[in-house]
């Protein structure tokens, strides 16, 4: 019987590791520069929670999500995303009753069942950011700060904000109202699933990612014309930070986003020569999600992040991590009573915080050494009969050859600091 991965789903391989964890590190010192704090929230939550969440008819409910009821024949789903998740949080502990704005991170991996390409896979993992309990859109610009602030803690360059405003429940319907009168005379150039986006969900008619869909959308009104006064100013002022940090950015109004909960604020990441799958992160305003799940009426604002496409981009852009550290010594034996010495040896330099590595598999000294160049350590060690005879042990310098015999308990004190771990 021979198994094979879910299609979509992958192995991050040692020689992978490195990436994960420089971005997930430089996350971490990110988030923690901004003041954010680690929340972690559970892999898989009560379907309803999505579908009010991120809404009933958006591509991740209808065709996205992995649900399945559990044994007391609840409806569960693993989280396509963690905005909900954070936002059920919020509500069910209580955290408004926090000092406000409460700002949030997290690490982890989501679910959705999409067509896999590069950059796109059916468990993807995310970085995703969360600001709860403020309106200022100077807190729009930090949530987008951050964003900014990891990709150039991992070195990518190259990139450019997409922003746009999706209005709020005061203004936005009328903008809808608008754009399906003059949609009414395009229904002929769009296709199936846009004719159906403009029964369901119009405003998506406005990113189809179909060419002819697309040259349509550019002439649909536009829905700046439509802000209210509140969502026009904050979108000036945000805009206005932009310019002050002199981030490039693009206004973007046919980015109206795949998930329902925005309001105001929308925002994505883009990044050159990944391919389609060109956005390295989404997020946006969520002003009405917590009182829709439960909370009371709270604003709030976040992002996520493929770290997937992080680092693609990485790989794109020639950007390496740092080598994960790999022990600073290696020990080296001949014969059985050095090997009971090497064995205890090993162990008393881990417990002293000098990272040791062995092969225990009784192979010739050649075997051995090259193992220890293979790991780049900083000294091998050796022990045969005659230094077990005579209570020493052969420490090889590999940077430059050198070998020295030093008694038993001086060898801890001479490899000390000599390596990467
Ligand atoms: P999203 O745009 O659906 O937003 O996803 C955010 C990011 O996750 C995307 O830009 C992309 O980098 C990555 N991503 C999404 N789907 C996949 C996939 N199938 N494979 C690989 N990477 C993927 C959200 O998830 C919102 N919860 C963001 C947010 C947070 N809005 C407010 N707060």
């Known amino acids: 019987m021979k198994f094979q991965a879910p299609r979509g789903t992958y192995d991050i391989l040692p020689?992978?590791?490195?990436?994960?964890?420089?971005?997930?590190?430089?996350?971490?010192?990110?988030?923690?520069?901004?003041?954010?704090?680690?929340?972690?929230?559970?892999?898989?939550?009560q379907t309803g929670l999505?579908?009010?969440?991120?809404?009933?008819?958006?591509?991740?409910?209808?065709?996205?999500?992995?649900?399945?009821?559990?044994?007391?024949?609840?409806?569960?789903?693993?989280?396509?995303?963690?905005?909900?998740?954070?936002?059920?949080?919020?509500?069910?502990?209580?955290l408004h009753g926090r000092p406000q704005p409460l700002r949030?991170?997290?690490?982890?991996?989501?679910?959705?069942?999409?067509?896999?390409?590069?950059?796109?896979?059916?468990?993807?993992?995310?970085?995703d950011v969360e600001v709860l309990g403020s309106q200022d859109p100077a807190?729009?610009?930090?949530?987008?700060?951050?964003?900014?602030?990891?990709?150039e803690a991992v070195g990518i360059k190259g990139l450019s904000f997409q922003v746009n405003s999706t209005g709020c429940p005061a203004c936005r319907p009328g903008y809808i109202a608008t754009l399906k009168a003059w949609y009414e005379?395009?229904?002929?150039?769009?296709?199936?699933?846009?004719?159906?986006?403009?029964?369901?969900?119009?405003?998506?008619?406005?990113?189809?990612?179909?060419?002819?869909?697309?040259k349509i959308a550019e002439g649909a009104p536009r829905i700046a014309k439509s802000l209210c006064g509140a969502c026009n100013d904050h979108f000036v002022q945000l805009r206005s930070y932009l310019d002050a940090l002199g981030r490039p950015y693009e206004v973007n109004h046919?980015?109206?986003?795949?998930?329902?909960?925005?309001?105001?604020?929308?925002?994505?990441?883009?990044?050159?020569?990944?391919?389609?799958q060109n956005a390295v992160c989404g997020g946006g305003r969520y002003d009405g999600l917590i009182g829709m799940v439960g909370g009371p009426e709270t604003p709030a604002i976040g992002f996520a992040s493929g770290i997937e496409r992080i680092i693609l981009t990485m790989k794109q852009e020639g950007i390496e991590p740092?080598?994960?550290?790999?022990?600073?010594?290696?020990?080296?034996?001949?014969?059985?009573?050095?090997?009971?010495?090497?064995?205890?040896?090993?162990?008393?330099?881990?417990?002293?915080?000098?990272?040791?590595?062995a092969l225990w598999e009784d192979r010739s000294l050649k075997a051995q050494m090259k193992q220890a160049d293979?790991?780049?350590?900083?000294?091998?060690?050796?022990?045969?009969?005659?230094?077990?005879?005579?209570?020493?042990?052969?420490?090889?310098?590999?940077?430059?050859?050198?070998q020295t015999a030093l008694p038993r308990w001086e060898v801890l004190d001479a490899v000390k600091g000599g390596g990467t771990a």
């Not at 109206?256 to 929308?266: E, F, I, Q």
Request: charged residues 30%; contains cysteine; negative net charge.
């Open 104 to 127: 949030l991170y997290t690490i982890g991996p989501a679910f959705r069942y999409e067509r896999p390409q590069a950059g796109r896979y059916r468990q993807f993992y995310q970085v």
């Open 185 to 214: 005379q395009h229904l002929d150039g769009i296709c199936d699933d846009c004719r159906r986006r403009y029964g369901e969900n119009p405003l998506r008619l406005l990113d189809c990612k179909r060419e002819s869909c697309g």
């Open 50 to 94: 999505f579908e009010r969440g991120v809404g009933e008819t958006t591509d991740i409910v209808e065709k996205e999500m992995y649900t399945f009821r559990d044994r007391s024949d609840e409806r569960m789903t693993l989280r396509p995303e963690f905005t909900a998740g954070i936002c059920r949080a919020y509500a069910e502990r209580k």
């Open 254 to 276: 046919r980015m109206v986003r795949g998930l329902d909960y925005y309001t105001k604020t929308v925002f994505e990441v883009w990044a050159e020569g990944i391919g389609a």
């Open 322 to 357: 740092p080598e994960v550290p790999k022990p600073a010594v290696f020990v080296a034996y001949l014969g059985a009573e050095a090997k009971d010495a090497a064995v205890v040896l090993a162990q008393e330099l881990r417990s002293a915080g000098v990272g040791a590595a």
């Open 374 to 402: 293979r790991i780049g350590a900083a000294y091998t060690l050796i022990i045969g009969e005659e230094e077990v005879k005579n209570g020493v042990v052969m420490v090889r310098r590999m940077a430059d050859s050198t």
């Open 139 to 151: 807190i729009d610009l930090e949530v987008m700060q951050v964003a900014w602030q990891i990709y």
């Open 15 to 45: 020689e992978d590791q490195a990436y994960w964890r420089f971005v997930t590190e430089m996350t971490r010192q990110v988030c923690e520069l901004y003041g954010y704090e680690r929340i972690d929230v559970p892999v898989f939550e």
